[in-house]
């Protein structure tokens, strides 16, 4: 049985930029630069999270845009020694609880067929695959599927969309 690992999940901040953009390149084959990470401190349209250790090491991040009622993760990532300890799934979380906070209509991403585990977190956490990109990553080219959360929040109030009504 996995170990959770205690994080502090805090708001991306400047002091973490450094190592939130040198996670992203040993993560990804596309990173995002660290000039990106940092325009995303100023977006209004956008949450990233921090996954800090009980030094206040950075062992994970993840991002969230969310547009109206709608929210799209952009990034979860884990450093490859803390993987499997439960700190994706924290940072999930904390996504999944702001989207029902905040009565987002569902919550969606992208992630490679072949990355097997992120596939079974997102399916442990409600997203089911709702679609497929056509060689949406490269190095290596590969598919993107698309896995969506969607929330439904009934007609309770007598607000059907499951938007806020701001009238």
Same mark, same amino acid.
């Given at each position: 049985?996995?170990?959770?690992?205690?994080?502090?999940?805090?708001?991306?901040?400047?002091?973490?930029?450094?190592?939130?953009?040198?996670?992203?390149?040993?993560?990804?084959?596309?990173?995002?630069?660290?000039?990106? $990470?940092?325009?995303?401190? *100023?977006? =209004?349209?956008?949450?990233? /999270?921090?996954? +800090?250790?009980?030094?206040? &090491?950075?062992?994970?991040?993840?991002?969230?845009?969310?547009?109206?009622?709608?929210?799209?993760?952009?990034?979860?990532?884990?450093?490859?020694?803390?993987?499997?300890?439960?700190?994706?799934?924290?940072? $999930?979380?904390?996504?999944? *609880?702001? =989207?029902?906070?905040?009565? /987002?209509?569902? +919550?969606?991403?992208?992630? &490679?067929?072949?990355?097997?585990?992120?596939?079974?977190?997102?399916?442990?956490?409600?997203?089911?695959?709702?679609?497929?990109?056509?060689?949406?990553?490269?190095?290596?080219?590969?598919?993107?599927?698309?896995?969506?959360?969607?929330? *439904?929040?009934?007609?309770?109030?007598?607000?059907?969309?499951?938007?806020?009504?701001?009238?």
């Amino acid at each position: 049985m996995e170990q959770r690992k205690q994080v502090r999940i805090v708001p991306m901040g400047a002091d973490h930029l450094d190592e939130i953009a040198a996670l992203e390149k040993i993560c990804f084959s596309a990173p995002w630069s660290r000039n990106m $990470l940092a325009e995303e401190l *100023d977006n =209004a349209c956008s949450a990233f /999270l921090a996954a +800090l250790d009980e030094n206040g &090491r950075v062992v994970g991040y993840a991002g969230l845009q969310v547009v109206l009622d709608e929210g799209y993760i952009a990034n979860i990532a884990v450093r490859p020694e803390e993987r499997q300890k439960g700190v994706a799934s924290q940072l $999930l979380q904390v996504f999944i *609880d702001f =989207a029902r906070g905040n009565r /987002l209509s569902f +919550l969606t991403l992208e992630v &490679r067929p072949s990355n097997t585990a992120a596939i079974v977190l997102y399916g442990h956490h409600g997203f089911r695959t709702a679609g497929r990109r056509k060689n949406y990553y490269e190095h290596p080219r590969e598919d993107a599927l698309i896995m969506t959360l969607e929330f *439904d929040y009934g007609t309770e109030n007598g607000n059907h969309s499951g938007a806020e009504n701001n009238l």
